[in-house]
């Protein structure tokens, strides 16, 4: 992925339409849900980026959480590639400025397509311009169009830039695709159109410390229940602050012994520690093999090695990969 501009300071973050930070106030913002902050996302941000170069404006994005989708449907799990704090990270390396988080409720949803714009971009942050992607619609029943938000933008005086369908190599580049990836295991498909290595953020938490009996003691994280990567082994490069390590880690239910709870188990080739109730970043590189369960204890030790080098293997041919991440305020 090509380097990208890091922010001197923060990522400014401001909460609602009726903030008192009016930090954001005159930007040119990036409007959507940005789950993933994939490379069609990225599309629409520098196209932001661009018009407020030429206006002299601070960027923002504009997003939505809890995601939309979740508003409408609660009772239908959904595998977000990015949460909250993930999403503003990544933003937050893309040299923006700013973003503004909206709360989706029942409030926002009922907002027509004429008040989300007169209310909350005019009268609120008085928007110098947008930047949208091709589909995107808003407001009540998905009544705005980016036709309507072009033809409102010219009466109300900010620009509308509607960034065309990004594509790579005919793939349309989109979430609904990335999450499928992820799902079956495809894990370079998944980072290619992602344009960085998906990752996770987790709390590490006690396990079983059955690793370390086996000699590969893991960290262990307990990732969202709706995450529906594939159950198996990963070739993974792990971030610890300010350090990297790489490492294989295994996602699943561990057949070979109690097949309970789905954990992520992460062995860091090349370090001692104690990382209990640290947060820490996991990048997937690569795919290795499914979850498989084993005649014995030896022959899962001895897989267990092998995983360990052609994770080695993987992660040298990738000695950079890491998602660019930036801090955030707010």
């Not at 809890?66 to 799990?77: I, K, L, V």
Request: hydrophobic share 45%; net charge positive.
């Amino acid at each position: 992925m090509p380097d990208q501009p890091q922010p001197a300071k923060p990522l400014i973050v401001v909460r609602g339409e009726t903030s008192a930070n009016h930090a954001l106030d005159g930007a040119v913002l990036a409007i959507g849900n940005f789950d993933g902050v994939h490379r069609g996302h990225r599309a629409v941000i520098a196209a932001a980026l661009a018009r407020a170069k030429a206006l002299c404006r601070p960027a923002a994005a504009l997003t939505f959480e809890p995601h939309p989708r979740s508003f409408f449907q609660p009772n239908a799990p959904l595998f977000r590639l990015t949460d909250e704090r993930a999403k503003l990270r990544l933003l937050a390396a893309t040299g923006l400025d700013g973003t503004i988080v909206l709360r989706f409720d029942a409030a926002l949803a009922g907002l027509s397509a004429h008040d989300f714009i007169t209310r909350i971009l005019v009268s609120r942050f008085a928007v110098a311009g947008v930047a949208i992607g091709f589909d995107f619609h808003f407001g009540l029943n998905r009544a705005g169009s980016p036709d309507y938000l072009s033809a409102e933008g010219a009466k109300l005086g900010f620009a509308v830039d509607v960034v065309p369908r990004f594509e790579d190599a005919g793939r349309p580049v989109r979430s609904g695709p990335i999450r499928a990836a992820l799902a079956a295991g495809q894990i370079a498909e998944a980072n290619a159109l992602l344009g960085y290595p998906w990752f996770v953020s987790a709390k590490v938490v006690h396990g079983d410390k059955r690793g370390r009996d086996l000699g590969f003691p893991t960290a262990n994280l307990q990732l969202d229940p709706a995450c529906s990567l594939k159950h198996g082994i990963y070739a993974v490069r792990v971030g610890v602050g300010g350090r990297r390590y790489d490492g294989v880690a295994s996602f699943g239910r561990r057949p070979m012994f109690d097949a309970g709870t789905v954990l992520l188990e992460v062995f860091l080739f090349d370090f001692s520690g104690d990382l209990y109730g640290e947060m820490i970043d996991v990048a997937f590189v690569d795919w290795i093999r499914p979850e498989l369960k084993f005649d014995s204890v030896e022959d899962l030790v001895r897989r267990m090695r092998e995983d360990a080098k052609l994770a080695r293997a993987a992660l040298a041919a990738a000695p950079d990969t890491f998602p660019k991440l930036g801090q955030v305020t707010g």
